[in-house]
Nanobody, 123 residues
Framework: VQLQASGGGLVQPGGSLRLSCAASGGTFSRKSVGWFRQTPGKERSFVAAVRWRNSIADYADSVKGRFTISRDDAKDTAYLQMNNLKPEDTAVYYC?????????????????WGQGTLVTVSS
């Protein structure tokens, strides 16, 4: 499956953005979807994920209550709604998929990755 992440940009603290992850070339409805982020010099870290089997979602503690992951299998697209953004949310955001029904925070659990979209939170 090929993944295309989009929707990043510059936003002020407290603002909102919605990231999209469009999939092609596979059965998206049978893939778990995860969002990760990475800043220069740091490892890629887990943000949120949703299982394909029962749509159970999980979030990193740092984004709970602010971010919401969702999926529209009819459009082969997943979303990450980000509200009340903080400067520390600045990063390149990546989407990933797995054939396993998982919300694992480990990058090794995810087999396909998109190219990333930059989110900058700054005044």
């Amino acid at each position: 499956v090929q993944l295309q992440a989009s929707g990043g940009g510059l936003v002020q603290p407290g603002g909102s953005l919605r990231l999209s992850c469009a999939a092609s070339g596979g059965t998206f409805s049978r893939k778990s979807v995860g969002w990760f982020r990475q800043t220069p010099g740091k490892e890629r870290s887990f943000v949120a994920a949703v299982r394909w089997r029962n749509s159970i979602a999980d979030y990193a503690d740092s984004v709970k209550g602010r971010f919401t992951i969702s999926r529209d299998d009819a459009k082969d697209t997943a979303y990450l709604q980000m509200n009340n953004l903080k400067p520390e949310d600045t990063a390149v955001y990546y989407c990933a998929t797995s054939i396993i029904s998982t919300t694992s925070p480990r990058t090794t659990a995810w087999s396909s990755w998109g190219q990333g979209t930059l989110v900058t939170v700054s005044s």
